[in-house]
């Protein structure tokens, strides 16, 4: 077997493994916070702005690529001991979040959506435990970014900003300009620049939307301006 081929077996092999864990990390995730996603489709349905936790993903997906595509030669070490200790714990905390925590404050779970963050603790967890924790610390921002899918930073800009759908999609800009930050951030001047940048266009995209479809749902608002912002 020639050297060429070797590699290109060995470049299949590897995009096949890390698909392989990507699926089971998702899998799982929908099963262990089945109730969740149908509860939160549900109320996304019905016009709620809890919509935007479907949003975030997107966003942080963006800003990966941009991480990955910059990412220079580390050494290939690895701690398994530490990823699984790490890992453990982490899903240890998030069984407590969402068996625990969720129903003490049921009262407040429109408010506080604890599942979520026990959902966010849940994929970091088993990230480590399949990837190990120095790829997954090497994403950081992204996860950083995730974690605004926790509910009431969210709410409370909205809040601040006035409220309604073309606030929601406002917000939503703060986050895309994150994401395009992160994604473009060789320096902190191409950072900046990509955060004003992606910015102004979801701006300019918010807009049009306000004059052309002012019915639309506020996940519509949510989700058309930030995505194409950093997708731009």
Request: charged share 10%; aromatic share 10%; with cysteine.
């Amino acid at each position: 077997m020639s050297t060429g081929t070797a590699a290109r077996g060995h470049v299949r092999g590897t995009v096949t493994r890390i698909a392989a864990r990507i699926v089971l990390i998702l899998l799982a995730t929908a099963a262990a916070f089945w109730t969740t996603w149908v509860r939160l489709v549900h109320d996304t349905w019905t016009g709620s702005s809890i919509g935007f936790v479907f949003v975030l993903p997107v966003l942080a997906v963006f800003s990966a690529i941009g991480l990955t595509l910059r990412r220079g030669a580390e050494l290939p070490i690895h701690d398994r001991q530490t990823d699984l200790i790490v890992g453990l714990i982490g899903l240890g905390l998030s069984a407590c979040t969402l068996g625990l925590l969720t129903p003490r404050y049921r009262y407040l779970y429109e408010m506080l959506h604890l599942d979520l963050l026990a959902a966010w603790l849940f994929v970091l967890s088993a990230c480590v435990l399949l990837f190990g924790l120095r790829p997954v610390t090497r994403y950081w921002p992204c996860w950083l970014l995730l974690l605004a899918a926790f509910p009431p930073p969210y709410r409370a800009m909205r809040v601040i900003i006035g409220g309604g759908s073309v606030p929601a999609g406002a917000t939503m800009l703060l986050f895309a300009a994150f994401a395009a930050a992160i994604a473009v951030g060789r320096t902190r001047t191409r950072a900046w620049v990509g955060a004003g940048l992606a910015f102004a266009v979801g701006c300019v995209v918010l807009v049009a939307l306000r004059i052309w479809w002012p019915t639309a749902r506020v996940l519509v608002y949510q989700a058309i301006p930030s995505v194409v912002a950093v997708l731009v």
